[in-house]
C-alpha cells in the first residue's frame, strides 16, 4: 500500500507539472487527485460532479466507483480522441446542449439551475455531451476501417494533387437514436416492443419533437448522436440512414439494447481533409477485396477501450 502511494504521489507530481506547464486552471485547492492516467488528474471534485451526474441518470449502486471507473475511460478516450483529431468544436457542444434543453422543455437557464442544484454543473454535462458525440465518431471511424485499407494524410494529398486539388465531398448526416429497451433477461418481450417502434416510427416527423412522441411510452431511449460523414455510418445503419430522407427515421434493427431506430435530422455536403481520408481509405479497401466482417459498436468499444488500457499508465489512490 506504501509503495502504491509513493507511485501515486509520483505520477500526481508529473500530472501538476504538466497541467502548470500549459497554464491550465488548477481545481479548487481542497481538491484531492485521486487517479493519473498518462499524466492527467482526475480529482475528486471531478468524481463527485460525475457521481451527481449518475445519480440525476438514477443508476444504482456505488456511483463513487461507476464515477472513478467512467472518468478513467474519458481520460483514456480524450487522449485518442486528441491524437485522432476527433475531438467535437465547442459550437457542436453548444448546440447539442441547446437541443437538449429545448426538447426538454427548458431554458438554458432553467437546465443550468438544475445542472447546478443537482451538483453536476453545466461545465460537466457539457464536456460528457463532448465525449459522447466524439466517442461515436471514433468508433464509426474504426468499426468501418478496421481489417481495410488505411490512407494516410500523405497518400491522400498525393491523390488529390493528381486530381487536380479537388477534394472528394461526402454527405454529412445528423442523426438521432431511439431505443425501446428490451432487458437481455426478457428478449421475450421483442416482438411487442418492435411494434411500439414501429408505431413510433410512423409518427416522427422529425427530431424536435421525438422526445414529445415518447413521453407517456415506457423504457424508451432518444439521444442525439451528433454528425457523421457518410463514411464514418455503422455498417449496420450505412444503407438504412442513406436510404432516409430529412425529417424521417429508419425502419428499426433488433439489437443486444433492444429495437432501435436513427432519425435524420439534418444532412448537408462536406469536403475537407478528414472526408477525403476516409473516402480514399473506403475507396481503397473496397479495391483491396478487404472485404471482413465488421464487429459490432460495443464489441468495438470493448476492444478499443483494452487497447488504450494495456498501454496507459494508470496509477489509483
Same mark, same amino acid.
Not at 133 to 152: H, P
Given at each position: 500500500?506504501?509503495?502504491?502511494?509513493?507511485?501515486?504521489?509520483?505520477?500526481? =507530481?508529473? &500530472?501538476?507539472?504538466?497541467?502548470?506547464?500549459?497554464?491550465?486552471?488548477?481545481?479548487? &485547492?481542497?481538491?484531492?487527485?485521486?487517479?493519473?492516467?498518462?499524466?492527467?488528474?482526475?480529482?475528486?471534485?471531478?468524481?463527485?460532479?460525475?457521481?451527481?451526474?449518475?445519480?440525476?441518470?438514477?443508476?444504482?449502486?456505488?456511483?463513487?466507483?461507476?464515477?472513478?471507473?467512467?472518468?478513467?475511460?474519458?481520460? $483514456?478516450?480524450?487522449?485518442?480522441?486528441?491524437?485522432?483529431?476527433?475531438?467535437?468544436?465547442?459550437?457542436?457542444?453548444?448546440?447539442?446542449? %441547446?437541443?437538449?434543453?429545448?426538447?426538454?422543455?427548458?431554458?438554458?437557464?432553467?437546465?443550468?439551475?438544475? $445542472?447546478?442544484?443537482?451538483?453536476?454543473?453545466?461545465?460537466?454535462?457539457?464536456?460528457?455531451?463532448?465525449?459522447?458525440?466524439?466517442?461515436?465518431?471514433?468508433?464509426?471511424?474504426?468499426?468501418?476501417?478496421?481489417?481495410?485499407?488505411? !490512407?494516410?494524410?500523405?497518400?491522400? !494529398?498525393?491523390?488529390?494533387?493528381?486530381?487536380?486539388?479537388?477534394?472528394? !465531398?461526402?454527405?454529412?448526416?445528423?442523426?438521432?437514436?431511439?431505443?425501446?429497451?428490451?432487458?437481455?433477461?426478457?428478449?421475450? =418481450?421483442?416482438?411487442?416492443?418492435?411494434?411500439?417502434?414501429?408505431?413510433?416510427?410512423?409518427?416522427?416527423?422529425?427530431?424536435?419533437?421525438?422526445?414529445?412522441? &415518447?413521453?407517456? %411510452?415506457?423504457?424508451?431511449? !432518444?439521444?442525439?448522436?451528433?454528425?457523421?460523414?457518410?463514411?464514418?455510418?455503422?455498417?449496420?445503419?450505412?444503407?438504412?440512414? =442513406?436510404?432516409?430522407?430529412?425529417?424521417?427515421?429508419?425502419? %428499426? $434493427?433488433?439489437?443486444?439494447?433492444?429495437?432501435?431506430?436513427?432519425?435524420?435530422?439534418?444532412?448537408?455536403?462536406?469536403?475537407?481533409?478528414?472526408? &477525403?481520408?476516409?473516402?480514399?481509405?473506403?475507396?481503397?479497401?473496397?479495391?483491396?477485396?478487404?472485404?471482413?466482417?465488421?464487429?459490432?459498436?460495443?464489441?468495438?468499444?470493448?476492444?478499443?477501450?483494452?487497447?488504450?488500457?494495456?498501454?496507459?499508465?494508470?496509477?489509483?489512490?
Amino acid at each position: 500500500m506504501m509503495v502504491r502511494k509513493h507511485i501515486l504521489a509520483a505520477a500526481m =507530481i508529473t &500530472a501538476l507539472s504538466s497541467v502548470l506547464a500549459v497554464g491550465v486552471t488548477l481545481p479548487a &485547492a481542497a481538491s484531492e487527485i485521486k487517479i493519473v492516467v498518462n499524466g492527467a488528474a482526475i480529482t475528486d471534485y471531478d468524481i463527485s460532479k460525475r457521481a451527481a451526474f449518475l445519480k440525476l441518470q438514477h443508476k444504482k449502486g456505488n456511483l463513487t466507483q461507476q464515477a472513478r471507473d467512467e472518468l478513467t475511460n474519458d481520460a $483514456l478516450k480524450r487522449q485518442e480522441l486528441k491524437r485522432l483529431n476527433l475531438l467535437v468544436s465547442d459550437n457542436e457542444v453548444n448546440d447539442a446542449y %441547446t437541443r437538449f434543453a429545448t426538447n426538454n422543455k427548458m431554458t438554458l437557464n432553467q437546465l443550468n439551475g438544475v $445542472l447546478d442544484k443537482s451538483g453536476v454543473t453545466p461545465q460537466h454535462f457539457k464536456e460528457y455531451i463532448r465525449m459522447q458525440m466524439s466517442w461515436g465518431r471514433a468508433l464509426a471511424t474504426r468499426n468501418r476501417t478496421q481489417g481495410g485499407t488505411r !490512407v494516410s494524410e500523405q497518400d491522400a !494529398v498525393q491523390r488529390m494533387l493528381k486530381d487536380g486539388g479537388k477534394k472528394p !465531398v461526402s454527405t454529412e448526416y445528423q442523426l438521432q437514436q431511439v431505443i425501446f429497451v428490451v432487458p437481455a433477461n426478457n428478449r421475450g =418481450i421483442l416482438a411487442k416492443r418492435r411494434g411500439e417502434a414501429n408505431a413510433m416510427r410512423g409518427r416522427f416527423s422529425g427530431c424536435q419533437t421525438t422526445r414529445d412522441i &415518447a413521453k407517456g %411510452t415506457l423504457d424508451v431511449t !432518444v439521444r442525439d448522436l451528433g454528425k457523421f460523414v457518410e463514411q464514418e455510418l455503422p455498417p449496420e445503419w450505412s444503407k438504412l440512414v =442513406i436510404s432516409t430522407p430529412v425529417g424521417h427515421a429508419t425502419t %428499426t $434493427l433488433d439489437t443486444d439494447k433492444g429495437v432501435e431506430f436513427l432519425g435524420v435530422c439534418a444532412t448537408r455536403q462536406v469536403s475537407d481533409d478528414r472526408v &477525403a481520408r476516409l473516402v480514399f481509405s473506403q475507396e481503397a479497401t473496397a479495391a483491396a477485396g478487404d472485404g471482413k466482417p465488421d464487429a459490432s459498436a460495443e464489441a468495438v468499444d470493448k476492444k478499443y477501450l483494452e487497447e488504450l488500457r494495456s498501454k496507459a499508465k494508470i496509477v489509483t489512490e
